[in-house]
C-alpha cells in the first residue's frame, strides 16, 4: 500500500474552509483516495473517495493533484462537530489508518 | 450510509476470562469484514481480515489463538478474546465491506471498549 504524510494538527475557524492536505508520491494507478474521520472514541467515519478525478459530496470536496501524487480534503464551511482526526488512506481495497491530522475547529 | 454495529460498547472483565465481541451490517451483505484495534492517542491498526465461510488472515504480530475470528454468515462476525490480560484493554473496532447501494466501501462500526481487570 501508498504510504501516505499528513501534518499531525491544523486549527480553523468555524466558518471558514479547511483544506486538509495529503501526500501520496508512491500512489499506484490502481489505488483510490480515501478520506475518513473519527471523533473522539467513535469508530471512523468515511467521507469521500476518488482515484483522478474531483470529487464533492454532501460532506466535502476531494481535490486530487492531475499527477496524483497529493490531494486536499476540503470542509467548505467548518463547525465545532468537525473537530476530529482526518485520515488520508491510499488503497487498492482496504483501510490501513497511519497517523492522520488532528484538525481543531475553533470558535 | 452503510450501519455497522457493535455489541457490547464497552465491556470489563478479570484477567483470564474470555469475552466475545459481535459486529454486524445492518443494512447489507458483508462479504469482508475487518478488526482493528487502537490503544489511547494512537491510529486504528489492522489486526485481521475475514471473508464469509473462510478462515480469518492476520496481519503479522497478531496472535490468531488469541483473538478468534468467526464469521459466519454474511451480515455477522464475532472477535473473541481468549484468556484476556490487562495489556488486551484497548478499543476494538470492526468494518464491513460489502455491496451497499452499488458502492463497495468500507464502512466502521462504533467500537467496543475492553478493559481486562
Known amino acids: 500500500d501508498a504510504k501516505t504524510t499528513q501534518p499531525p494538527s491544523m486549527d480553523c475557524a468555524e466558518g471558514r474552509a479547511a483544506n486538509l492536505p495529503c501526500n501520496h508520491s508512491?500512489?499506484?494507478?490502481?489505488?483510490?483516495v480515501y478520506w475518513y474521520r473519527q471523533i473522539h472514541s467513535q469508530g471512523p467515519q468515511y467521507i469521500i473517495h476518488?482515484?483522478?478525478y474531483n470529487e464533492t459530496n454532501e460532506m466535502a470536496s476531494l481535490i486530487i493533484t492531475e499527477d496524483r501524487k497529493s490531494s486536499t480534503l476540503i470542509l467548505p464551511h467548518a463547525t465545532l462537530r468537525d473537530t476530529a482526526v482526518y485520515y488520508c488512506i491510499v488503497s487498492p481495497g482496504y483501510m490501513r489508518f497511519g497517523a492522520g491530522t488532528r484538525l481543531t475547529v475553533k470558535p | 450510509g452503510a450501519v455497522v454495529s457493535q455489541h457490547p460498547s464497552w465491556v470489563i472483565c478479570k484477567s483470564g476470562t474470555s469475552v466475545k465481541i459481535e459486529c454486524r451490517s445492518l443494512d447489507f451483505q458483508a462479504t469482508t469484514m475487518f478488526w482493528y484495534r487502537q490503544f489511547p492517542k494512537q491510529s486504528l491498526m489492522l489486526m485481521a481480515t475475514s471473508n464469509e465461510g473462510s478462515k480469518a488472515t492476520y496481519e503479522q504480530g497478531v496472535e490468531k489463538d488469541k483473538f478468534l475470528i468467526n464469521h459466519a454468515s454474511l451480515t455477522l462476525s464475532t472477535l473473541t478474546v481468549t484468556s484476556a490480560h490487562p495489556e488486551d484493554s484497548s478499543f476494538y473496532i470492526c468494518?464491513?465491506?460489502?455491496?451497499?447501494?452499488?458502492?463497495?466501501?468500507?464502512?466502521f462500526g462504533p467500537g467496543t471498549r475492553l478493559t481486562v481487570t
Open positions: 476518488g482515484l483522478k
Open positions: 508512491t500512489i499506484s494507478g490502481n489505488e483510490y
Open positions: 468494518s464491513a465491506r460489502g455491496d451497499f447501494r452499488g458502492k463497495g466501501e468500507q464502512y
